[in-house]
């Protein structure tokens, strides 16, 4: 799509009013240019594999580029979705911030059964989860193809699990098989 310098330009110019408008407490619009950065990287993502799979059948590509290409898109799609995640759950992070626990949402995070005077005994109290914890649960549904130790509660995040696991099936079967058929 374009030359190599323009898909990371789009979302670099993205970026930086993003973050300039989470610094100076413009929620709304971190809001709206977060989503623009997700849909943008989400995008990037699916064209990217679908670029790779017209290419297989063409055999331009050597065994060590579509190994490469199968673990780029392999993380990408992880860190797509545990963009989505964060996003998306219990009113995303500018919601979550304002809260003093986590109490509810799309994923039931072990810290939110436990009780908060254990919570506060282990160091944890006023546990809300950050980017690590949907990080952790992206990486889990493109591994396992499902979530580990975090059960999916709202519809919309079973939908997005299902495309995350279905994304990461094709990356890891179609592309990281055929490279290695080749080798």
């Known amino acids: ?97 304002k809260r003093t626990e986590h109490f509810a949402g799309a994923f039931l995070f072990p810290q939110m059964t436990m009780n908060n005077q254990f919570l506060r005994q282990i160091g944890q109290g006023g546990w809300s989860p950050n980017f690590v914890d949907y990080l952790f649960l992206s990486f889990n549904t493109s591994t396992a193809f499902s979530p580990t130790d975090v059960p999916v509660l709202a519809r919309w995040a079973k939908v997005l699990m299902m495309i995350q696991s279905l994304l990461s099936l094709l990356i890891i079967a179609l592309l990281a098989a055929r490279a290695i058929n080749i080798l």
């Open 1 to 97: 799509m374009g030359p190599n310098w323009f898909f990371p330009s789009i979302v670099f110019v993205l970026l930086i009013p993003n973050i300039v408008s989470h610094h100076t407490g413009r929620r709304q619009l971190n809001n709206v240019l977060g989503f623009a950065v997700d849909g943008v990287l989400t995008l990037g993502l699916i064209f990217s594999l679908g670029l790779l799979i017209a290419a297989l059948p063409t055999h331009r590509q050597s065994p060590m580029a579509l190994l490469l290409s199968a673990a780029s898109l392999w993380v990408t799609n992880i860190i797509v979705f545990a963009l989505w995640y964060w996003r998306l759950d219990a009113g995303g992070p500018n919601q979550r911030d």
